[in-house]
């Protein structure tokens, strides 16, 4: 448990990025064969019944981050009874938070009929497609809790490993399965059966790497038990909040627009996870060592921590976004053809809701690390009212596009503000204009390079897969290269790259 931070950060970026990459590979090789042998109409709805379960998943009340936050400081100071007796209590919960899952969810099934706008044209029963959604949603939250050691251990990467490895085989099954009796039932009956095993396999490596955990557990003190549940109950408001803003989107498409609209937006959206996918190994990595620097309360350090990781976000999300606007077009039309392109400004409206998510990610992780779950709780229940309703205003305005730029919108407006305030006022002891000016000064600098970016990659003549490949190496060279010259003088950079290369074991 005393590895050092720099170790696990490295361990886990490295695992999870080649977990990641292969993740990649086989999500478009699986959503191409979906499409090819199921069509846009079984996309849609799974793309829609998959927010419905998202949202679903708000019965988790934040109890998962509430008992990490609590590991930290035994697993630092290796008191196995107390993280035999915090085991114990997650346990419980989340038994618990499966059979709400089920229970809400079926409540639900009556009212499909006013979520979907327009039947779509499959064969299958809706319903039935809903409650095997349902049952892979509620199942994954049975043994599943023993990967929360793992995770607050800074040994992520085991749990990285062994869902990569599930899901290959998952993938391997369901187009075996697709190609050969293109039926989406068993589709999903695959998915629930890998659930099942993924959650078993990180069950049985936990008990081997923590062995206390097999034996029977002192309940938590009365007084433990009540700082928990104080910090769920905060969790709990926060969590609503931002499961309704996240999840929301598809949901007012398919009863504003229609379910088809939703599995022609699921292939960008692809396109955008995947790349937060990747970028995202390299940020998580740092969340639990942030949590385990902050047992040690250095404000200083803490600091300059915070300041790396928001220019390590900023930058790599900065850089995925200009990418994902330039490219996505020819992207969409070398894999699955023109008849899949969403118009421009939908496009770039759900590359901005990438940004502002993702870019959030150093204040966030600082938040929930520092244990701030009481203060700003209501943010993101606010930014979820605000969200329902400027999507409502703004479709009426500019159409799908306005959806998905009214997600963005109520984020900034919400947590993008309190989150900064509650670190730099309570923990830095400064002034958070100083967060919201660098993140302008950010926002402005991508723009420009966007801009830049764009009118180079207007001179590619080359089409299909070639022309993808050019256009991405032109926005990688020219982005990163303008970020180097701009900042390879500052004192930040020159840490951040002595740091990369020992992440790398290129230099001790």
């Known amino acids: 448990m005393a590895q050092s931070r720099t170790k696990n950060v490295s361990v886990n970026m490295s695992i999870g990025l080649v977990c990641q990459i292969v993740n990649l590979i086989l999500s ?64 419980k919960a989340y038994t618990w938070i499966g059979g709400i899952i089920i229970s809400v969810g079926a409540a639900v099934t009556p009212f499909l009929n006013f979520i979907i706008k327009d039947k779509p044209d499959i064969s299958e029963s809706i319903y039935g497609i809903y409650l095997l959604f349902l049952a892979n949603t509620a199942f994954s939250y049975f043994f599943v809790y023993k990967k929360s050691i793992i995770i607050a251990d800074q040994k992520n990467y085991i749990v990285v490993f062994v869902t990569e490895i599930v899901h290959v085989l998952q993938v391997i099954a369901q187009v075996v399965f697709l190609l050969t009796t293109r039926n989406f039932v068993l589709y999903l009956i695959t998915q629930l059966f890998f659930t099942v095993l993924g959650n078993l396999a990180a ?67 692809l ?6 996918a990747i970028l995202g190994k390299i940020a998580d990595a740092f969340t639990a060592s942030v949590g385990n620097l902050n047992v040690y309360k250095d404000k200083q350090k803490q600091y300059e921590i915070f300041n790396k990781i928001f220019f390590i976000t900023a930058w790599l999300y900065g850089f995925a976004s200009v990418g994902l606007i330039i490219v996505s077009p020819s992207f969409i039309e070398a894999w699955i053809g023109p ?11 759900l590359v901005v809701g990438f940004y502002v998510k993702a870019v959030h990610f150093a204040a966030y992780t600082y938040r929930t690390t520092l244990g701030f779950f009481n203060e700003g709780k209501i943010s993101p229940l606010l930014a ?14 500019f159409g799908l596009a306005g959806i998905f730029i009214a997600t963005p919108l109520a984020r900034v407006l919400s947590t993008g503000i309190v989150d900064p305030v509650l670190i730099y006022r309570r923990t830095f002891q400064k002034n958070p204009l100083i967060y919201y000016a660098m993140y302008a000064a950010y926002v402005l600098l991508f723009v420009l390079l966007g801009i830049l970016c764009y009118f180079a990659v207007s001179l590619i003549s080359v089409g299909g897969w070639l022309g993808v490949i050019l256009e991405i190496l032109t926005v990688t060279v020219i982005f990163n290269a303008c970020m180097v010259l701009l900042f390879h003088r500052t004192k930040m950079f020159r840490e951040i790259y002595h740091q990369g290369l020992r992440l790398l074991h290129l230099k001790k």
């Open 203 to 269: 069950s049985v490596i936990a008990d081997k790497l923590y062995p206390f955990l097999k034996s029977k557990a002192a309940p938590l003190e009365k007084s433990e038990t009540k700082r928990i549940f104080k910090n769920v109950r905060s969790l709990a408001v926060y969590k609503f909040g931002s499961v309704i803003l996240n999840g929301t989107d598809n949901i007012l498409i398919s009863a504003l627009v229609g379910v088809t609209e939703v599995g022609l937006v699921s292939n960008y959206i």
């Open 384 to 397: 979820a009212v605000l969200n329902v309703i400027f999507s409502v205003a703004l479709w009426k305005l």
């Open 339 to 349: 008849s899949y392109w969403l118009d421009s400004a939908t496009a770039i409206a």
């Open 28 to 91: 478009f090789l699986s959503r191409t064969i979906f499409i090819n042998t199921l069509g846009t109409e079984y996309l849609g709805v799974n793309g829609l019944f998959s927010n419905i379960l998202s949202i679903l998943s708000f019965a988790e009340l934040g109890i998962g981050n509430a008992i990490i936050f609590s590991m930290y400081e035994p697993l630092a100071k290796g008191d196995r009874q107390k993280l035999g007796s915090l085991m114990a209590l997650y346990k």
């Open 271 to 276: 396109l955008n996870s995947s790349c937060n």
